[in-house]
């Protein structure tokens, strides 16, 4: 005897849920590692905009060797498709050279403490930017995520100016390029996965100038005779395995904005952060103050808070105007 409807449509949704577990627990874990070798490479190497570079240049060749060699099925896509793309590539650009540079002045932890504000830039954004109400219930939830986020920074034993403001930056900037992605993949026939290398190539194409301009050949050339002196020929591994983690996380991360909202994603994404925060505190043994520890848990709080908010009232893409009337 055939299932019921309902019964069929529950069990699709089942399978859907499993689905996307398995990709975010897939997409914290290479998050993890990325983090580990990232932090690692910049201690002994601190050329942020280099590494960001060779992050999305990794990234670009593992897709044109999958395309060349039909591991993955190359997408068809146009001049428009490109043009589309451009602003998400912009933010996605401004979002991880921030994260990096951050990283290279702060622990990672503190990085991420204040990256895990990023649902309360979303609210935002959506709301002064594109119109977009919510519930009084939400802009409190923002109450707890912005005030532990601050509690944590205030109380950071190593703050630093520019580490604060690239993650803030990175947050900013990544929130458009999760809503334009969202908008981006919509409807088209590239995959989630063909979606972010084409953003990692065009990514790469902008990011280049600007890393040499900012730091240039020879002080890469120079601070990497240092860091393999001092490390040894494994410091070579270390900014591989960063570079490859990084597009694997950001790939997978891809795989699953396929499926879910922008709203969704970001909280997805805070979660993430738990386990890179504990993660990097244990490696790095990054000294922590217990009110600084109380920050941090507040900010993760209120996102939880927030996602129990925002269940209801997922932000609908379609109800999005379109990237020409936000950008103009
Ligand atoms: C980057 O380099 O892009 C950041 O480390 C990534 O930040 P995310 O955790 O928001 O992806």
Request: contains cysteine.
């Amino acid at each position: 005897k055939s299932p019921s409807p309902a019964a069929a449509e529950a069990k699709s949704e089942a399978a859907k849920s499993v689905k996307i577990g398995i990709y975010f627990a897939t997409w914290w874990a290479l998050n993890v590692v990325f983090n580990i070798y990232n932090k690692k490479v910049l201690n002994a190497y601190p050329y942020p905009w280099l590494t960001s570079t060779l992050s999305l240049a990794c990234g670009s060749l593992m897709m044109l060797v999958s395309w060349a060699t039909k591991i993955a099925e190359p997408p068809k896509i146009n001049l428009e498709f490109w043009k589309a793309l451009f602003p998400v590539a912009v933010a996605h650009t401004i979002g991880h050279v921030a994260a990096t540079v951050s990283m290279s002045k702060v622990a990672v932890s503190f990085t991420h403490i204040i990256k895990s504000g990023e649902p309360a830039f979303s609210v935002i954004v959506s709301r002064f930017l594109l119109g977009e109400r919510f519930p009084p219930a939400v802009y409190l939830s923002l109450v707890p995520i912005i005030g532990g986020c601050g509690l944590a920074a205030l109380t950071e034993l190593n703050f630093n100016m520019t580490g604060f403001m690239g993650a803030m930056i990175s947050n900013l900037a990544f929130v458009f390029r999760n809503i334009f992605s969202k908008k981006g993949m919509k409807g088209k026939s590239v995959s989630g996965m063909n979606y972010y290398a084409c953003l990692s190539m065009l990514s790469l194409l902008i990011l280049t100038p600007f890393a040499i301009a900012v730091e240039g050949p020879h002080m890469w050339a120079a601070g990497w005779k240092e860091a393999v002196s001092e490390i040894g020929p494994q410091f070579i591994w270390w900014v591989t395995a960063q570079s490859i983690f990084y597009h694997l996380y950001n790939q997978v991360s891809y795989m699953s904005l396929d499926e879910i909202s922008p709203l969704t994603f970001s909280v997805g994404n805070t979660m993430k952060r738990i386990s890179v925060i504990v993660s990097s505190i244990i490696i790095f043994r990054t000294p922590v103050q217990p009110i600084n520890a109380l920050g941090a848990a507040i900010a993760i709080l209120g996102t939880f808070l927030y996602s129990q908010t925002v269940k209801e009232i997922l932000l609908e893409v379609d109800s999005l105007p379109s990237i020409e009337s936000v950008m103009a």
